[in-house]
């Protein structure tokens, strides 16, 4: 019974000095303007057909999906 007791309360420190040693060694990391700038460049319009044409208020005129500068497609 005593090593019973004994073996759970040195796992149970063992496991909680790993805790604390994993929690001590975690660290802040600030991204500097650049890589903010390139996220930010990334999650943007993810997933969105590009505008080929004409914009009006933000909205395209066109669904072209190469660069056209008409609203009925490249000829």
Not at 6 to 32: D, H, P, R
Not at 36 to 49: I, K
């Amino acid at each position: 019974m005593k090593k019973n007791v004994f073996k759970i309360v040195f796992l149970s420190l063992f496991i909680m000095i790993g805790g604390y040693g994993f929690y001590a060694s975690q660290e802040n990391v600030e991204l500097s303007v650049t890589s903010l700038d390139n996220v930010e460049a990334l999650a943007g319009e993810t997933g969105t057909s590009p505008c080929g044409g004409p914009k009006e208020d933000g909205e395209c005129q066109s669904r072209n999906t190469i660069g056209c500068k008409d609203l009925s497609g490249c000829k």
